[in-house]
């Protein structure tokens, strides 16, 4: 059931994800925007991790219409081997206050996001949000894009090539 993936799989998924797609929804300039981009970028990566690990059972799962938070609790969930996570724990907890904070916003369109929110969004272990945040939303939305995407996927790659 489980499959172990190449550098070159997961460089093939890195260009799929943040290939062209990146460049128009990082030089936006609205907050919302970048936030629900952001959001459904991770959507998509949580689905082909998803495809990845469940190789010719994956669409099965996927057509369970599963929510947001059920792909991320079951990626969340899986050992590439024993003790080695698909993701590591604090990524799984970053992932899951964006999902919170985007449920805030799809309910309430006049909300307004702030610094402190996205810095909140940050689980890293070294604390990375306290050197970016300048005070303006969208520099930290973006430096949340740009720390918390390549850390998915680079760890990913990392635990995988351990095992």
Not at 41 to 46: D, M, P, Q, Y
């Amino acid at each position: 059931m489980k499959r172990k993936f190449s550098e070159k799989t997961m460089n093939s998924l890195r260009l799929k994800v943040f290939g062209k797609k990146a460049v128009k929804w990082i030089s936006s300039t609205d907050p919302l925007s970048i936030l629900l981009r952001t959001h459904l970028l991770s959507e998509n990566i949580l689905e082909e991790l998803i495809k990845l690990i469940f190789d010719n059972n994956a669409n099965a799962i996927l057509s369970l219409n599963l929510t947001y938070r059920q792909k991320l609790e079951l990626v969340g969930k899986i050992d590439i081997s024993e003790g080695v996570p698909v993701l590591p724990d604090y990524i799984v907890g970053s992932l899951r206050k964006l999902n919170s904070l985007r449920n805030k916003l799809s309910h309430n369109f006049d909300y307004e996001i702030t610094c402190q929110q996205i810095e909140e969004l940050y689980t890293l272990p070294n604390g990375s949000f306290e050197k970016i945040n300048n005070g303006d939303v969208v520099e930290t939305l973006k430096s949340y894009v740009v720390i918390i995407f390549p850390e998915i996927l680079s760890s990913y790659k990392s635990r995988v090539s351990k095992v």
